[in-house]
Every structure is written in structure tokens, then in C-alpha cells.
């Protein structure tokens, strides 16, 4: 059964760093999504990205976020200096189309000391 | 008007028994309203979902009520299994456009004891 694939699975960073998590979304997906689970608190939507371009992202995803397809297969999210509050699970989804399921990956633990 | 409210945040239920979990939007643009289950270091994955055109979906031991003027859906596991033990979310989206942004409720955590 195909599935989305995220490395690390756990991640540590001290407050400043910059850190890149990795995704590899399902082969024929179109369309790619981040979202955040903070500890014991909801999965909150970061962005979303198709046809190589952000199409949303909400309030959290300010400019120390960005996205990127570097190569057609992997879906990338870079924190540009992190804070502690960043800590949390990130999760990478991708989807076939607007109208099918979403399919998320395991996640990756980020904690930022 | 964006929030999904998930209630209750933890249940115990007993082998066999019924799991509802109920959920409130207040966003009338919302069209998909799906559940995710996820285990213990696992990523959600869909479990069931349903469009406001039909009142009710069954599939197997789960069944998502929906209520449209109340804006209100519920999940029901029935015959509940120690295996459902997880996190459940609740979650509504508003497709049409170029996004797919799932807002999420609180989750429950529900535990079956054997």
C-alpha cells in the first residue's frame, strides 16, 4: 500500500537553527500539505502546496517557514532560525486531487532546546 | 468560526460497549466532514467521512450521525475492541478552490478496557 514517508523521525535542534524536514509524498499525488500537532494539543493546518507554489498557508506559517518540491519526488519544510515554541509533531499529507482522501505520514518529532 | 469543538476529551468505554464522540462547527461553508484515528506515534488516517447531503454513513462498526441545522456530527463505534483504543479527531473542510485545509477538533481519547 503506498505511503507517505517523512525522515527524521526525530529531530533536535537548538533555538536559532535551522532544520529541513523531509517528506516523500505518495507518487501520483498533485497535492502536498504540512500541518503541526503541538503535544497534547490539535493537528493545525500550516500549509499547502500545489503545482510548485503555495496555494494556503495560515497564520502560524510566517516567513521563518517555507516549502519546496526540490526534486519532483521529496516535499521539503525548512524553519529558518527556530524558537521553542516550534517544538511539536510535524506531519506531511498528500492528496490525489481536491476531492480524494488526504493520506498523512508518521510524523516527525521536532524538539527545539 | 473556523473552530471545530470535539467533545469529550477522554472516554473509557468497556469491551463491547458504544463509543460516541461528538463534534460543533460553526462555519456553514464546511462541506467534508472526516474522522481520523491515530495511534501512538502514528500519523492520523481517515477512518470514515461524510458530505452534508446524507444524514448518516455506516462503514462496518463505525457510523458518523450528522445533523445539519445543528450543525453538530457524531462518531459511534459500536461493539467497541481494545484495538480502537486511540486518539480520534474530527476534522471539516471546505473544498473547492486550490486548498484541502482539514481544521481539525481537540480529539478524544478513548480507551477500551478488555
Known amino acids: 500500500e503506498p505511503e507517505v514517508t517523512q525522515t527524521p523521525s526525530h529531530q533536535v535542534t537548538q533555538m536559532g537553527q535551522e532544520v529541513i524536514l523531509r517528506c516523500v509524498p505518495i507518487?501520483?499525488?498533485?497535492?502536498f500539505y504540512w500541518y503541526r500537532q503541538i503535544l497534547g494539543q490539535k493537528v493545525e493546518f500550516l500549509v499547502s502546496?500545489?503545482?510548485?507554489?503555495?496555494?494556503?498557508k495560515s497564520e502560524i506559517f510566517d516567513d521563518q517557514f517555507s516549502v519546496e518540491r526540490p526534486d519532483g519526488s521529496n516535499f521539503t519544510l525548512k524553519i529558518r532560525s527556530t524558537k521553542l515554541e516550534d517544538s511539536a509533531m510535524y506531519f506531511c499529507?498528500?492528496?490525489?486531487?481536491?476531492?480524494?482522501?488526504?493520506?498523512f505520514g508518521q510524523g516527525t518529532r521536532l524538539t527545539v532546546v | 468560526q473556523q473552530q471545530v469543538k470535539q467533545s469529550p476529551q477522554s472516554l473509557i468505554v468497556q469491551k463491547g460497549g458504544i463509543s460516541i464522540i461528538n463534534c460543533a462547527y460553526e462555519n456553514t461553508a464546511f462541506d467534508y466532514f472526516p474522522w481520523y484515528q491515530q495511534f501512538p506515534g502514528k500519523g492520523p488516517a481517515l477512518l470514515i467521512a461524510i458530505r452534508p447531503d446524507v444524514s448518516e454513513k455506516k462503514e462496518g462498526r463505525f457510523t458518523i450521525s450528522f445533523n445539519k441545522s445543528a450543525k453538530q456530527f457524531s462518531l459511534h463505534i459500536m461493539d467497541s475492541q481494545p484495538g480502537d483504543s486511540a486518539t480520534y479527531f474530527c476534522a471539516a473542510s471546505q473544498r473547492g478552490g486550490s486548498n484541502y485545509k482539514l481544521t481539525f477538533g481537540k480529539g478524544t481519547l478513548l480507551t477500551v478496557n478488555p
Open positions: 507518487s501520483n499525488h498533485l497535492y
Open positions: 502546496f500545489y503545482n510548485n507554489e503555495i496555494s494556503e
Open positions: 499529507a498528500s492528496s490525489l486531487d481536491l476531492n480524494t482522501e488526504a493520506f
